[in-house]
């Protein structure tokens, strides 16, 4: 290269060094159209909030603000294997690998690459090669067909029905609608678990991040590419069941049945259930076991936290019924106590995407504590003697404190006061935004 175009490459934007080097170099290693994407939004940028106000970061430059890598690699649809971060000419060929780095690990994709129009750094994170990392000329751009092996090394996918199960695609509906990255992590990480084997499999996700959208897409591939063909979802709330059908899990279509009225319909696929419709002291109320255990080859417990994982609890039971079944638990908040322990049963998660990040990604909105306490939240509520309910039961004479309100005592005009100071809030705000109140 010529001083003239040399000086000339210096004055080239980091798109253009992308659109006359990046691409052609990826192209000439027989990378198609369809197996790399540019300038891929990861995420939305912080929310930031200073009073009544809030506004999201939209500056990529700013500590919060909006992630975007310059190319993503796909090995298969959904299948992330490298992130390319390019710069201008005037840096190193390596600047912008501590970027290439953290998108390459927030995508769960094991090569990050760096470079700025001429050549390319490789960071191999599988540490499978050696030198972990080595400068690339421009024309030595890796295919394919020398990432892949490494990638199926790197997730101990050997078996080719493995593979086959990993490379089975993401359900599209035509709208264009994708998973969020740390979602088609989540996929990606349950399929690979149960197709290397694992029986219990379990997956951390903070409230409002998509556990059901997810789940669906789990259950889809798995159902898609027949290694799982009967398949229960546990709930523990109605609405969580008739949402799901409604929505998420449609595309399931006539295959799908809610069990209801304590009746067994043998002839769907895709069952959804409350773990309270379907369990029972008594005898006669186990529905369950009006099923063969060996009926179903894959049970998804939504909430998983909120049953408890003890071994008595409902959803604990139907899991030892269907004991040759995989087990996938998706829960925010695993419960860890000296008596409940989701981990013991089900293994470390295989991925977590916490509150804390979800905040940090603009996924999720910082929340703001507004305590209301009022006099019998603050003092306590003793009745006085005689006092009887609405029923004309007697209230039984003691101290109720928080803990026994909305639960063993239902106090209405503290309910009202309190309803009335989150609406006022939220007039204040938007009244039709998502919140959540505990």
Partial sequence: MGEQSAMDKFQLSERDICTKYITPAIQQAGWQLHQFREEVKLTDGRVMVRGNLAARIKNPEAKGGPKRADFVLYARPNVPIAVVEAKQAKFSIGHGMQQALAYAEMLDAPFAISSNGDGFLLHDRTGLTQPVERELQLSEFPSLDDLWPLYQQ?????????????????????????????????????????????????????TGTGK???????????????????????ADRNILVDQTMQQDFAPFGE????????????????????????????????IYRQFPADFFDLVVIDECHRGSAAEDSAWREVL?????????????????????????YFGDPVYTYS???????????????????????AVGYTPEKGKVDKLGQAVEQRQYNTKDFDRNLVLEKRTQLVASKVWEYLKATDPFAK???F
């Fill in 320 to 344: 030892a019924y269907f004991n040759s079944a995989t087990h996938l638990g998706l829960t925010a908040t695993p419960k860890e106590t000296k008596d409940v322990s989701n981990i013991t």
């Fill in 154 to 206: 790197w997730k101990g996918l050997a078996a080719p029905e493995a593979i086959k199960l990993v490379e089975q695609p993401f359900h599209t509906d035509g709208s264009g609608k994708e998973p969020r990255y740390y979602q088609r992590v989540a996929i990606n990480r349950a399929i690979e678990a149960v197709a290397k084997g694992q029986q219990r499999v379990l997956l951390v996700m903070a």
């Fill in 435 to 437: 919140t959540i109140v």
């Fill in 255 to 286: 295959v799908m049945h809610k069990v209801t009225n304590r009746e067994i319909k043998k002839n769907y696929e895709i069952y959804l259930a409350l773990y309270q419709a379907v369990t029972g002291k008594e005898e006669w109320k186990q």
């Fill in 212 to 234: 059901t959208y997810t789940a669906f897409q789990i259950i889809w591939r798995l159902w898609k590419a027949k290694s799982k063909k009967r398949i229960l979802f546990l």
């Fill in 355 to 377: 509150l804390r990040q979800g905040i940090e990604d603009g996924f999720l909105a910082p929340y703001k504590v507004i305590r209301i306490a009022t006099d019998v939240d």
